[in-house]
């Protein structure tokens, strides 16, 4: 039997949160509350891409239409708004038996593809999986080009002390003298107010190194207002009652993920920051039953020796890119999240 292709109705909207949450490729920005803020904030169409295998869902792939120019893009997600990943979420192939999961993930895509090229030719696409995709193939033969890229997750199912045990003496020695001295210091979940802060941080960190930096403010806090059963978590750390610090973690499921923020901070304090902020949020998703925390992104070498003394674990995801070589200049409209 062949999968049928098609934009999601609206009885497949209806149902499409539990799809995703369904999915081991299903991210809190795959969820369709989020897509219609991404496609709000990057002045794209979304279309959201559902595939059956008679009554049966096997796949949900969103992408959006982006014009520049007369000439039509596609992404997922879209440019300019730093979502980490989206991309194919897969159903029900776990059980199936690798020939036959290969030849059900392959149809997928390629009536996902053939649909995006029927109905929209693009000339030039990008696509930037979740973690969980680990076949690139679907999209090679369809003459896109895959390049690995990588992220660090750390295991939050070891106890407390095991885990604290695994990091580096330097991230140890930060966590636990501020643990002796933390009425100097806390750490709190916040809402849109510190999500301000936490932006606004972010925006100046990469100004004052001549990087664009045009996620609008307004986008995150839709998001987060938005969301059905994921969440956006400011986490901010202050001192004396001042922001000093903070991060924005996406959680969905059982996993929670470093977004923005963690920058070097201006203010002139004596608290390693960022490794608090880490392991404030560490630490709040053991105790609510989290399994992982992705550091998303592990692609910057100066970056990665921070990141690295956590002991994290090397995940893998993908960028596809397809077009030809003039059109892959267009390639600068994406923005890299790291």
Not at 96 to 103: A, C, G
Not at 119 to 139: C, K, N, Q
Not at 267 to 273: E, F, H, I, L, R
Request: proline share 5%.
């Amino acid at each position: 039997m062949s999968i049928d292709v098609r934009v999601a109705t609206e009885d497949d909207r209806e149902r499409w949160n539990d799809y995703v949450r369904r999915s081991p490729q299903g991210t809190l920005c795959h969820e369709l509350e989020a897509l219609s803020v991404q496609a709000d904030h990057s002045g794209s169409t979304l279309h959201p891409l559902i595939g059956f295998k008679g009554q049966e869902p096997v796949g949900l792939f969103p992408v959006f239409e982006l014009k520049k120019q007369f000439v039509t893009t596609v992404f997922s997600p879209p440019p300019h708004i730093r979502v980490p990943y989206l991309g194919p979420a897969f159903l029900n192939m776990g059980k199936l038996k690798q020939r036959k999961r290969e030849r059900r993930r392959q149809r997928f895509m390629d009536g996902c593809l053939e649909w995006i090229q029927s109905e929209l030719s693009p000339r030039y696409a990008h696509i930037r999986t979740s973690t969980g995709v680990e076949d690139a193939r679907p999209f090679k033969w369809n003459e896109f080009d895959a390049t690995p890229e990588y992220t660090y997750a750390v295991d939050l199912t070891r106890d407390r002390e095991d885990l604290l045990m695994s990091f580096s003496s330097d991230a140890r020695s930060n966590i636990t003298n501020a643990d002796e001295d933390e009425d100097n210091y806390e750490v709190t979940v916040g809402d849109s107010e510190e999500i301000a802060l936490i932006h606004e941080q972010v925006k100046h960190r990469y100004e004052s190194q001549d990087i664009s930096f045009g996620v609008p403010l307004e986008f995150v806090q839709d998001l987060a207002d938005r969301t059905a059963t994921g969440a956006v978590r400011p986490y901010t750390l202050c001192v004396d009652g001042e922001f000093v610090g903070g991060i924005l973690a996406l959680e969905y499921g059982d996993r929670t993920g470093r977004w923005m923020g963690g920058v070097r901070t201006d203010a002139d304090v004596d608290v390693p920051t960022n490794d608090l902020l880490d392991w404030a949020i560490m630490e709040d998703g053991m105790e609510r039953g989290l399994e992982t925390y992705d550091l998303v992104g592990a692609d910057t070498r100066r970056i990665n020796r921070y990141k690295a003394k956590f002991n994290p674990e090397l995940e893998t995801y993908y960028s596809l890119e397809y077009g030809s070589w003039g059109m892959k200049t267009v390639a600068s409209l994406y923005d890299s999240v790291k």
